[in-house]
């Protein structure tokens, strides 16, 4: 649905800071302490061969970073709580390092305070974000939390991560493909977090898309989650495609490089914002973002493709012919009341299209888009941010670009 351009929408933007692997649901079940009656055990009753987390509980068993219960149960639907988990990521660590921070609520001989002081010395846990100098061990992580502390885990093993982490919180062109992002539901300061969790794989969305920031995590799907992270962390940020898409939208407003092999002679950072006039006299546009999906095969590649793309739908005639899709997000004053086929009628190629983002999409992740072709949806004297869709062929040597009311150019060549 079309919306107007509001100071809401430039503050949530201006605020921010791969494989999509579908999250069990989360069974609010609390139990006692997985640290109550440590077993060493690598295999367990109530976690059969066939329960989808048996091979990363084993695994995660047999490196001792989770154990189960005396009664030979894991509890793999129990939620786990911020004590577990910060001793959990400090078994991974094993560091000899600790802080000396006094937490009202934790003794220093708690089971879990060794974990806890590891943690705020290696920079998984950071001190700012507790208030009231309470700890709260027994409350269950939230998604949100956990990929913060996953983050900075990842900074301690790997600087790059932290530097990807201020791109992406530093950035007014930040874009995160979780329906939150628009909708609301998530702490603003958490999106950077959850974009290295969804860049690098270690969390993943529902079968919805959504990511629930607030929702709480099993003890089976911590264990796949650690047996991502223990992978991660030999990784650099480079070798994750999605994460590298993220850290370039959050710098230059495109993921076209990651994403295709097209050469730049002048980018989209070099356009953003700036206007370009349509020589019908219907407006003026400024290219706000300029997303990729890679639809040059059956399989539709890219992290944006689920906020995009339903290869279920309409959209599926771009698989498989040479061609990749472009999701444009524009700023527009118009000049008269036009609708976007008259818009498009007059504009260059890239500064307007009368492709609709498909109707399922703008629902999911609360698009603002035009819903027809005709209706005059963009009414004089108003402003709109909006999405609309485009494509552009792979053929060698095909060029293609546009400039602003300035001069200023976007130019793109497809290696020959």
């Known amino acids: 649905m079309l919306q107007k351009k509001s100071s809401n929408n430039n503050l949530i933007i201006k605020a921010l800071v791969a494989s999509v692997i579908t999250a069990t649901i989360v069974i609010p079940i609390v139990t006692e302490n997985v640290q109550a009656a440590p077993v060493s055990k690598t295999t367990f009753t109530d976690v059969p061969k066939s329960h989808w987390a048996y091979e990363s509980i084993k695994q995660v068993a047999e490196k001792r970073l989770v154990k189960g219960y005396e009664d030979g149960t894991y509890k793999p639907s129990a939620q786990v709580t911020r004590a577990e988990f910060a001793t959990f990521l400090a078994r991974v660590f ?206 539709p590649r890219g992290i944006f493709k689920e906020m995009f793309f339903n290869e279920k739908s309409e959209d599926s005639i771009l698989l498989n012919k040479s061609i990749f899709a472009i999701y444009y997000e524009y700023t527009l004053k118009p000049s008269r009341d036009a609708s976007i086929q008259s818009i498009s009628n007059g504009s260059d190629l890239h500064f307007a299209s009368n492709l609709l983002i498909n109707k399922s999409k703008i629902e999911q992740f609360k698009l603002s888009s035009p819903i027809s072709t005709s209706k005059n949806e963009f009414l004089k004297g108003e402003s709109y941010r909006y999405w609309a869709h485009n494509k552009v062929g792979t053929q060698p040597g095909r060029q293609f670009g546009s400039r602003t009311d300035d001069g200023s150019l976007f130019y793109y060549e497809v290696p020959k």
């Not at 977090?193 to 099993?218: H, M, Q």
């Not at 003890?219 to 070798?239: H, N, Q």
């Not at 950072?269 to 990729?292: F, Q, S």
């Open 94 to 299: 094993e560091s000899n390092e600790r802080a000396t921070v006094s937490f009202n609520d934790i003794s220093d001989t708690h089971w879990a305070n060794e974990a806890i002081q590891e943690g705020l010395a290696l920079g998984f846990i950071k001190l700012e974000d507790f208030s009231k100098n309470k700890f709260e061990p027994n409350k269950p992580m939230t998604r949100g939390e956990m990929s913060r502390w996953l983050a900075n885990g990842l900074s301690h093993a790997n600087a790059d991560y932290g530097k990807a982490i201020e791109e992406m919180a530093n950035s007014n062109l930040t874009l995160i493909p979780i329906p939150e992002f628009y909708k609301g539901g998530v702490n603003k300061k958490d999106l950077p977090y959850i974009g290295v969790a969804l860049g690098t794989g270690l969390l993943s969305g529902y079968e919805d898309f959504t990511f629930k920031p607030n929702g709480n995590t099993t003890r089976a799907e911590v264990a796949t989650i650690l047996v991502r992270f223990i992978y991660a962390m030999k990784k650099a940020p480079s070798d994750f495609t999605g994460l590298q898409e993220l850290r370039e939208v959050a710098e230059t407003g495109t993921n076209i490089l990651t994403i295709t092999n097209f050469k730049e002679l002048g980018g989209y950072k070099d356009v953003l914002g700036k206007p370009h006039t349509y020589a019908n006299n219907t407006g003026v546009a400024t290219i706000e973002h300029a997303i990729y999906v890679d639809t040059t095969s059956t399989n």
